[in-house]
Every structure is written in C-alpha cells, then in structure tokens.
C-alpha cells in the first residue's frame, strides 16, 4: 500500500468543539478511504497547561499558546479553528494568506461584513475550506437530500425548523467568559440567532435553497446578568429567543424558531417540508429516523413512514457497523472531515464553504435587522 499524504494539524480551542474535531481526525481515517493522514500536530490555546493536558490526552504532539505562531509555522497544513466566534476572522484570513487550509466553526463570523473578507481570503489563497456545520452529514439528511435532488417532492410549499434549548433560564446565570461566551454578543455576535438558528439556517439553504426575505422577532427574557469578566451587573446584550417567517427563491413559504427558554428541550433540532408530492420529517433526538410520506404510494397503504437511516445503502452507513446499528452525533463531524478531506486531495472544497457560511451569515443579519426595524428585510448577498 502507498503511504498516504500526511496532513499536519493546528487546532485552536479545547473546548467542545476541540474534543469533537481531535476526535474526528482519529476516526475519519479508520472508517473511511482518505487522500490525507492527519496528524494532530499541535493544539493552541491560551492557557498552556490545560492545553498541555488537552495534547496528552488526545496525543497531539506539540502546544502553542499564541494562534499567530501557530499560523506562522511551516510544519501546519490546516487550521482548525474551534475558538470562539470573535476570533474566526482574523485566524482564518491569517491562515489563508499563509496558503494552510482552514476548516471553521460556525457560525462563520459575528456578521456578513465580518465573514466577506474570510471568504475573500481563502479564494484569493485557493486553498480548501469549510464551516463545520455537521448535521448537513446526519445520514437521514443526507438521504433526504438525496430524495429532493432526485425531485420526489415537486414543487415545494413550505419548510419549518426549530432549535430549542432550556439552558439559561435562571436568572442567576452569569454572563461572558469562559464557557459562558455565548451569553454576550461582543464575542458571539448574537444569541440564539447565530449560535442555534444559524444551524437552522445552513440547513434550509441545502436543502431549500436560497432565502430572499424574512420578518423577524427576538426577545430578551432577562434583561441584566453578571459578567463575568468585569464580576459587575450588565445589560444582556443577545436575543435569548428568536422566529422568523420567511420566502425562499423557489416560492415557498418557512416558520423557523429559536429559543434557550424551552423548558425541557436539550438540543431539539426539528425540521419538515412539505412538497406537492412528498413530506419528509427530521428531529435530531432521534437522528436516525427520517418521516417521509409519498401521496404517490398505493391509497391503502399510503401513510407516513419511519426510515431508520442505518442501512449499508444508505448515505454514510456502508463505512460503519452492520445494518441496523446506531452511530452518534460525533459522527456527523467524521462524516464532514472524510467529505473534505476528499475533495481536498482534488483539489476542491466541499460545501459547507466559506462562502455557504457567509450566506448563512446574511440571513441571520437579515433576522437582527428586521427584529429591530419591525418591518420585511430583504437577504442581501442572494
Ligand atoms: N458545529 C456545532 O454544532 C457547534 C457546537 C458547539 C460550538 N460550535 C462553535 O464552535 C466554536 C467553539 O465553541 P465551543 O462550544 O467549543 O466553545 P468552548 O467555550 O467549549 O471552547 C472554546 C475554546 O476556545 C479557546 N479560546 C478562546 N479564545 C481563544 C484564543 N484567542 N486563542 C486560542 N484559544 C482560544 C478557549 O480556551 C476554549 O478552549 C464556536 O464558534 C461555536 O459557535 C459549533
């Protein structure tokens, strides 16, 4: 056998996201056929003895504590970047225009104007790029993309999602650093509009297509938190909910919601569209389920039926265990990894692109705008 290509890895952040990627690097390779052998080169992060340890335990090789020198070595192939949203842009331009592929969190940046530079960089450098967002590659949406583009559905009328989590309902959550970045908008950018919705988002666009226009509302429930940083009350400066009803280019109609304040709710991800001919379902609790309903079917049999994804047929499945068994939600990011990599030994970029995240990124400014204007806003960028 040919050795594989190796393909040197700096990745920045050991929080969640960290584990997550560090752990698809590991497995992408073992369950599927790949151009690249990455090499967990060297993880950056501020603090250097929790990286220290976050390195032993997952065997990167070496540490940095400061993301430009890890930019500036010659040893680095890809930057990962799995820090918080504030600091995407200026990782990923430094990235690209030292020639290092650049795989990103989502969302790509705190805004449209932030993110347009990031997707001018890395086109201007050629080199491959992506924005992890991962349930593109659940293989129930796979199949279910698989089943649009084949056009079972005809013509679409409407598609509705939803987000909804329960995790800062206590006032007395603080706001603002570690862990709790995501509760203040100077490093976030928004609150659930970016963080939850923008999943939301990226998928409708896969599936969907473009959106053209959208109404919005947000709320803040609790208006003022401790931050963290300054140990001060301040003023919360991210929506804790938001919906939108929006158009999409091919005329059909969307509902789509957001909300940490769902008492109950983890991380339900729903989503459904409606087609002529054809309905399909999707809720992340139960990933592996993909409701379809074809009118097309004989009457007396016709009703809504439960596809468990797990087939070696169907999208991803064939790479893992015998049909009938489950794979988790870290799978979704192998699956991601694998796509990428693959393009990238051609020499191509997988979508989610940089410039998908930046579409994603101008529906969501179009949803802030129109919250506040009250009024219909159009998406630019479409
Ligand atoms: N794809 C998904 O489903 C998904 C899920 C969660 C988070 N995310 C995204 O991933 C990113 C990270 O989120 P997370 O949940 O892992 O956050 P986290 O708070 O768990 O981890 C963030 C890490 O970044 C490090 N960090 C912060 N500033 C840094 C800097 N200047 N240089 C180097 N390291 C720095 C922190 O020390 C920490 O290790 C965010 O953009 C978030 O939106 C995506």
Redesign the pocket.
């Known amino acids: 056998m040919p050795q594989k290509k190796r393909l040197n890895v700096g990745l920045?952040?050991?929080?969640?996201?960290?584990?997550?990627h560090s752990n698809a690097y590991l497995q992408a390779p073992r369950f599927f056929d790949l151009p690249y052998q990455p090499v967990l080169k060297a993880v950056?992060?501020?603090?250097p003895e929790?990286?220290k340890e976050?390195a032993a335990n997952w065997g990167y090789e070496s540490v940095e504590?400061?993301?430009r020198a890890l930019v500036r070595r010659a040893d680095i192939d890809l930057i990962d970047?799995?820090?918080?949203?504030?600091?995407?842009a200026e990782?990923a331009i430094a990235a690209a225009q030292a020639g290092k592929m650049v795989c990103?969190?989502?969302?790509l940046a705190r805004s449209a104007a932030e993110a347009r530079p990031m997707v001018e960089a890395v086109e201007k450098a050629g080199v491959a790029n992506m924005v992890?967002?991962?349930?593109r590659r659940v293989p129930a949406v796979a199949l279910l993309k698989k089943l649009l583009d084949e056009g079972r559905f005809g013509r679409i009328f409407h598609y509705r999602s939803q987000f909804l989590q329960d995790w800062t309902i206590s006032q007395d959550l603080p706001q603002g650093g570690?862990?709790?970045?995501?509760l203040d908008a100077a490093v976030?950018g928004s609150g659930v509009t970016?963080?939850l919705l923008?999943?939301n988002i990226d998928m409708a666009l896969y599936l969907n297509g473009p959106i053209t226009e959208v109404t919005a509302m947000t709320e803040t429930f609790i208006k003022e938190r401790k931050h963290n940083l300054t140990g001060k009350v301040a003023p919360v400066t991210i929506d804790d909910a938001s919906a939108f009803l929006c158009r999409f280019e091919n005329g059909s109609l969307a509902m789509f919601e957001a909300t940490r304040y769902a008492r109950g709710h983890k991380a339900l991800f729903t989503l459904e569209i409606n087609g002529e001919r054809s309905s399909a379902t999707w809720d992340l609790h139960d990933m592996h389920r993909l409701g379809y309903f074809d009118h097309r079917d004989p009457g007396e049999v016709r009703g809504w039926r439960s596809i468990h994804v797990s087939d070696g047929d169907q999208p991803y499945m064939g790479h893992w265990w015998v049909p009938g068994l489950q794979i988790g939600y870290e799978a979704?990011?192998i699956h991601q990894l694998a796509d990428f990599l693959i393009a990238a030994g051609g020499g191509k970029s997988i979508g989610p692109t940089f410039r998908d995240g930046l579409a994603t990124d101008y529906v969501t400014d179009a949803v802030l705008k129109s919250a506040r204007s009250r009024q219909w806003e159009k998406v630019e960028g479409q």
């Open positions: 920045i952040g050991y929080g969640f996201m960290g584990k997550v950056c992060a501020r603090t929790k990286a976050f504590s400061d993301w970047i799995a820090s918080p949203n504030d600091t995407h990782i990103c969190e989502k969302p992890w967002y991962n349930y570690q862990a709790l970045w995501r976030a970016g963080d923008a999943h979704t990011f």
